[in-house]
């Protein structure tokens, strides 16, 4: 069994309780999200988070992939995401650098069916350095056009929604609104943290059914 399905295997028991259904999966959400979160990675000196899908019956972990994995400079900010595909092969990376103030400057993509590697998405941001979108100038199979982002009054991105562009306007794709329980180090049915008040594990729960069937697996290394 892998390491990843061992750490489910102890979480099992959490599965004895009633899953709530999200409007949304925000395990995989954009990664400027674990912004908001930069204070936890950096108490912690986390440099890497892996997230793993975990399939399971009965409570029990069946199988295991990887999903996607961030890297994160010492001072908690988002530097590098890769997203996975076919049970491990890479879709695309995204680079993030920042500038002197600490917002966000460039993104870079490499994305395995892209023709022009690598592509500088467009950002565009308001006066307050917040990024309002992101977009891609070049079209690329089953990659998105354009990411929004909506913020609350205390300036944390409380949702996202990608768009493609069809016949000359914005089709959507995905929307993604955030739980305020993610890092809040308080555990849910749906959301248990570990002791450094990290999220390990999201539960998922199928819309007929109270007994969650998959779940997303979080693990972390450390600078």
């Known amino acids: 069994m892998s390491k990843s399905l061992k750490t489910i295997s102890v979480m099992r028991l959490f599965s004895l309780v009633l899953f709530s259904v999200l409007m949304s999966i925000s395990a995989l959400s954009q990664t400027i999200k674990l912004n908001d979160f930069r204070a ?9 988070r892996t997230c793993f899908q975990v399939t399971y019956q009965n409570y029990q972990p069946i199988d295991s992939i990887i999903m996607n994995e961030s890297l994160f400079d010492e001072s908690g900010r988002i530097m590098q995401y890769t997203h996975f595909f076919a049970r491990g092969k890479k879709l695309y990376t995204i680079n993030y650098n920042y500038d002197e ?3 966000l400057a460039r993104c870079i993509l490499n994305h395995a069916f892209s023709e022009t ?9 308001d006066e307050k350095g917040r990024v309002l979108s992101l977009q891609c100038p070049v079209e690329i199979r089953n990659f998105w056009t354009k990411e929004e982002f909506a913020y609350n009054e205390k300036g944390k991105m409380v949702a996202s929604a990608q768009f ?3 016949n000359g306007e914005w089709v959507p794709r995905e929307k993604q609104e955030y739980s305020p329980t993610i890092h809040s180090g ?3 049915p749906t959301f248990i943290h570990d002791s450094r008040g990290l999220l390990i594990l999201h539960q998922l729960a199928k819309s007929d059914s109270a007994a969650a069937d998959k779940a997303y697996c979080f693990q972390y290394t450390t600078y």
């Not at 936890?40 to 890497?48: E, G, L, S, V």
């Open 186 to 188: 308080e555990n849910t």
């Open 117 to 125: 590697n690598p592509v500088d998405l467009m950002i565009e941001k």
């Open 101 to 103: 103030k600490g917002q």
């Open 40 to 48: 936890d990675f950096n108490k912690n000196r986390i440099k890497t």
């Open 164 to 166: 493609s562009m069809q």
